[in-house]
């Protein structure tokens, strides 16, 4: 079942700041593995950083007056981006993972209304953009239909849904714990790919 994606990004928007923090949260964790695996097997990157400043986002949804820099956790994040020069596939999924976190801190820091709205189409771009490097060359009719049909993309349209319902609701501590371990997919990527 495909939500209508006017009424979801609406939805997203219409959600107060926790909760569309917690959202953003939950889809960064989710790309989390991306970056790993991009450490993994380029040599680049920095993921314990990343964890580290994503556990102190859920410190903080979770303690709201916990006191964290922000600023400095951003210019942390900032030095685990890819190297420019690299445009493989692996290095642009692992950037996602870093502009979705910047994104959320952006919005710790008091500003970005459109970040939500980023991080759910910037998960969503990199199916999109896994499944045409899979599925090699189709003219883009057909790549269209492929990409709305492809059980990756179900299944990220279907995760985002979950996760829309989950912070919709009251948000306590329990529920953000909920949250978190939907959003970590027992270790699997948006692209369906795991350390493992």
Known sequence: MVAKPQGFYQRLQLLPLPAQQAFMAALCERLLPNYALYEQTSGHGDGHTLRTVLNLVWERLSVPNASIDFTRQAEKLAECEPPEGDESFGARRALDAVVSISA???????????????????????????????????????????????????????????????????????????????????????????LD
């Open 104 to 194: 959320l801190l952006d919005t710790l820091q008091g500003e970005s209304p459109e970040a939500v709205l980023d991080v759910s189409r910037t998960s969503r771009a990199g199916v999109r953009a896994f499944i045409e490097l899979t599925e090699g060359e189709v003219d883009a009719q057909a790549l269209a239909l492929i990409i709305r049909d492809h059980p990756l993309m179900e299944d990220e349209n279907d995760f985002q849904d979950a996760v829309l319902e989950a912070v919709s609701g009251p948000i306590n501590k329990t529920t953000l714990k909920e949250i978190r371990t939907l959003g970590r997919n027992n270790g699997i990527s948006n692209l369906g790919l795991t």
